[in-house]
């Protein structure tokens, strides 16, 4: 098959999936095109069927801003058209679904789309009153619908008029990337004394992402056991983050390491992750957590529950329980057989429920069925 990959390239979870799909159906023997702003931050390996179509942006005195939407369904009608697209996926619905749906409108070469709906696109920006028919009218128009989470699905079908059936299929993970073979000596020497423990947080320090809680659940496991926060990745949190931590005395506690492109060499190397989000369609980072045999402290929203297991492969509460976060950190930070068992459970349960082979086939199949039904029918 010839597949085109739209997809938002900035750090994060749709892009992340989204590049690692695309590349192991290259692996596969497929032809995939990326199509994106710029080259997708996880896009580091070089393979001859694998393509990255950058969409330039339109610079004209009369606008007074790129047309991003324009440039991106004209550049998904040139590449659908010079390597004769079979089908397009657009990861992350805001705006790509429409774009890829005007695209096939407009484009000499027809093809089915696919939109796979990954979080914030239908439950925060998608929930945006201007943008909210337009994301609906283009969910509709996608020849297929998936999502990562049952959870997410549930969401889409209440808040949503969908006529399409919406798949479920989980993100997934590589174990031989996030192992915890990954973890260093070294780079654990970077991070924290040989005596304290190691409590990360990776994210986009967002509001869903609740970082607040981070730093206060932390202040108050630090007064019980010697332990430092790690916290990976950037955002327009971070700064009032660090007001906090001076004003609570624990600054010198706390790294912000900022956006790192290899996360796993981190991870490995924490001995719990701490994610209390407030909303969570899947929560990649948990998983990649599991993978590194690290127990997680998490929130019990959404689809948080349907990646990690309370009590085997970390501990949940309510977002806003810092009490119960700080518990439940101690509880993981103060047994090393538990910190052990739950590590353990984590890598087997990721193995067991989030397999690439599986779920790229599950998409693989997704398209078959897309290209099929659309050459019968012959639509947009
Ligand atoms: O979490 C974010 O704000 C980023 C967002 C994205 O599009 O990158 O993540 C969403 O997609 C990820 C990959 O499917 C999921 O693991 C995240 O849970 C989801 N985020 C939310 O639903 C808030």
Known sequence: MRIGIVCHPSIGGSGLVATQLGLGIAKQGHEVHFISRTRPFKLLEDLDNVHFHSVEAIHYPLFTD??????????????????????????????????????????????????TIHGTDVTVIGQDKPLYPLNQ???????????????????????????????????????????????????????????????????NFRAIKNTQAVVHAFNIVQQQLDARLVLLGSGPD????????????????????????????????????????????????????????????????????????????????EPDNIEQLAAHTVTILSDDHLQQTMGQAGRLRAAQLFNPEEKIAQYLATYSEAIDEFSVSQSC
């Open 137 to 203: 009218f283009s969910i509709n128009k996608s020849d297929k619908v998936t999502t990562v989470s049952a959870f997410q699905s549930e969401y889409i079908k209440q808040n949503f008029e969908i006529s399409n059936p919406i798949e479920v299929i989980h993100n997934f993970i590589d174990l031989a990337v996030f192992t915890p073979d990954n973890a260093s000596t070294d780079v654990r020497r970077t991070l924290a004394g040989d005596d304290e423990k190691i409590i990360m947080h990776v994210s």
């Open 238 to 317: 971070v700064d009032g983050l660090k007001v906090e931590c001076r004003r609570l005395g624990i600054i010198d506690k706390v790294s912000f390491l900022g956006d790192v492109t290899h996360v796993e060499s981190y991870l490995a190397n924490a001995d719990c992750v701490i994610q209390p989000s407030y909303k969570e369609s899947f929560s990649l980072v948990v998983l990649e957590a599991m993978a590194s045999a690290v127990p997680t402290v998490t929130s019990n929203v959404d689809g948080i529950p349907e990646v990690m297991q309370d009590g085997v492969t970390g501990l949940m509460t």
């Open 66 to 115: 790129p047309l991003y939407t324009f440039a991106l369904t004209a550049k998904i009608v040139e590449v659908a058209e010079q390597y004769q697209l079979d089908v397009v996926h657009a990861h992350y619905s805001i705006p790509h679904s429409l774009c890829a749906y005007l695209a096939c409108e407009i484009s000499q070469h027809k093809f089915p789309t696919i939109t």
